[in-house]
């Protein structure tokens, strides 16, 4: 079945470097792709999406690069800092309806101060 | 606080008892979905509806059963049927088909 494939599972950085999290989809009728970052306790919330119209978007510290030949897209997180430490999951809409939302097992990011 | 509502956040029930969740929004969306969220396994679609008195399987609808009676709610029965029904269940809406979805916080349940 379709699927979208997450790594890494786990992302130990310092406070002030990079993190990179990458995500392979399988449809390749996908065109929305979504990040969603839930922090301990809470709600999973969107930080940023892409559509296949684009390779790439960006949002202040944050910004999401896509292959559509290769079937993958990541998020790249800059400068980053404590608050940012959460899981973090990817998600592509499967036959191209975001009603059928497929989401990968999420990676945890920690930032170490 | 976000629009959506689910209750209760904790939800403990008897093994073999049908159980419903509650799934309420404010902000006119067409669209809800509920998800079923385990450890390491990432959010898995159970149901969801795009417009009222509507609704489709998701990956795991077995065992579960959903109503969309009115726009603005979209409860979810886990029924006696579902074999592992403890988990983190997360309701979720949005205007339409791919753009954002707002996530509920989410209820606990646990059959003992």
């Known amino acids: 079945g379709e699927n979208v494939e997450q790594h890494p599972s786990t992302l130990s950085v310092q406070e002030g470097d990079s993190a990179v999290i990458k995500c392979t989809y399988s449809d390749s009728a996908s065109n929305y792709f979504p990040w969603y970052k839930q922090e301990l306790g809470k709600r999973p919330q969107l930080i940023i999406d892409?559509?296949?119209?684009?390779g790439e978007k960006k949002d202040q510290r944050i910004a999401v690069t896509l292959n559509k030949t290769a079937k993958h897209f990541s998020l790249h997180i800059t400068e980053t800092q404590p608050e940012d430490s959460a899981v973090y999951f990817c998600?592509?809409?499967?036959?191209?309806?975001?009603?059928?939302?497929?989401f990968g097992k999420g990676t945890k990011l920690s930032v170490k101060p | 606080d976000g629009g959506i509502t689910q209750s209760p956040k904790y939800l403990f029930r008897k093994e073999g008892q049908n159980v419903t969740l509650s799934c309420e929004q404010n902000?006119?969306?067409?669209?809800m979905y509920w998800y079923r969220q385990d450890p390491g396994q990432g959010l898995r679609l159970i149901y969801y509806s795009q417009i009222v008195n509507d609704f489709q399987k998701g990956d795991i609808a077995e065992g579960y059963s959903v109503s969309r009676e009115k726009k603005e709610s979209f409860p979810l029965t886990v029924t006696s049927a579902q074999k592992n029904p403890t988990a983190f269940y997360l309701c979720a809406s949005s205007i339409g088909e791919n753009t954002e979805a707002f996530f509920g916080q989410g209820t606990r349940l646990t059959v003992v």
């Open positions: 998600a592509a809409n499967y036959g191209g309806s975001q009603g059928n939302l497929i």
């Open positions: 902000l006119n969306h067409d669209a």
């Open positions: 892409i559509r296949s119209n684009v």
